[in-house]
């Protein structure tokens, strides 16, 4: 998860908006079209209970106010067994993390492809086989949190299999970094060997690797990607959600507004501001995360390393937030729980 993501997903959100309107006027010019669309706008704001089933997270059904740790990258080195450790230690009830393939076909959890910023070797990791591949630097930037580094002792970048190995019992959210089939392969052949399908989901922002994904193992939860994400988007602003199946069953999704406090605020135009505060007015609604929650999909926002940010999250209906800071995440959750 990066910056361009963010940004990508603002300016796709903020088109969706205007399209999304449009359509709606141009559907409701007959009155079939406007017939349809009352009915399912009333069938929104109406909905009649529904079962919602959720995943079993170590055996107890958790459907709100989980916390993830993505890469736990504010406490130690991001991607490391260390950091992992310590968010499962701590009570994380899922960890993120990031995934590529070595030129000898080992799959590794790193979140970038080209090494040069967490190792400080300008070398792409399907380049290297796995023994080739440089240490972590001893300290590294907190990306979604401004002027603040993490560091560790632990400056290997570890095998997905000893993940897996080291947390059996623990639900992991794995990011397809690249769009690469042996990947993609390699990926669901260790899910299966270890028996984890079930508390295990996978996917990327871009819909060709989740349909990839998807092929390869359909028994694997995915994720929307980000044209998955505009179209729910707009079906969601135009009443017709209620009609539409849908067979992803993780919704994660960034908070726009946590741009503002990454930027210095004089660096940014009066447009760019506008844009972060449109995309979020659009993304960030309590009718949506209900509707997609009562639908059994989890609903997740990140990545939130401030209180408010959590309080916010959960409070519009959110089931889980990614945070750098597991630690201080699970202690608003104690809080809140007490």
């Avoid at 400056?155 to 794995?174: G, M, Q, S, Y």
């Avoid at 028996?195 to 996917?203: A, D």
């Amino acid at each position: 998860m990066d910056i361009m993501y963010i940004i990508k997903s603002i300016l796709g959100y903020s088109v969706i908006f205007f399209f999304s309107f449009f359509f709606l006027w141009r559907y409701c010019s007959s009155n079939r079209g406007l017939a349809l669309v009352g009915q399912a706008l009333y069938h929104l704001s109406h909905a009649p209970p529904v079962l919602v089933i959720f995943l079993q997270y170590k055996g107890v059904q958790r459907p709100k106010c989980l916390g993830l740790s993505v890469q736990g990258a504010g406490e130690n080195l991001e991607n490391t067994m260390a950091a992992f450790q310590h968010a499962v230690t701590i009570g994380t009830d899922m960890l993120e993390l990031d995934c590529h393939i070595t030129k000898d076909k080992q799959v590794v959890v790193s979140h970038d492809e080209n090494l040069k910023r967490s190792t400080g070797v300008n070398v792409n990791i399907s380049d290297l086989k796995y023994c080739e591949l440089p240490p972590y630097l001893g300290k590294l930037d907190v990306p979604f949190q401004r002027a603040c580094q993490c560091e560790g002792q632990d400056n290997r970048i570890p095998l997905l299999k000893d993940v897996f190995e080291a947390f059996p019992n623990t639900p992991i959210n794995v990011d397809i970094k690249v769009n690469n089939n042996m990947l993609i392969k390699k990926v669901s052949e260790l899910v299966k060997q270890y028996k984890r399908e079930h508390i295990t989901v996978w996917g990327n922002a871009s819909y060709e690797i989740v349909e990839k994904c998807y092929k390869e193992n359909s028994d694997i939860p995915i994720l929307f990607s980000l044209q998955r994400v505009l179209l729910i988007l707009g079906l969601f602003f135009t009443g017709l959600l209620p009609f539409v199946p849908i067979r992803e069953q993780f919704f994660e999704i960034p908070m726009p507004s946590i741009i503002l406090k990454l930027k210095e605020p004089h660096t940014m135009s009066r447009s760019q501001k506008f844009l972060i505060w449109l995309s979020d007015i659009l993304l960030m609604r309590k009718a949506l995360f209900d509707h997609l929650t009562a639908r059994g999909i989890q609903v997740y926002v990140w990545v939130l390393n401030e209180e408010q940010e959590y309080r916010r999250a959960f409070d519009l209906g959110a089931t889980g937030v990614m945070t750098d800071y597991p630690t201080k995440l699970k202690e608003f959750l104690h809080n809140v729980s007490a």
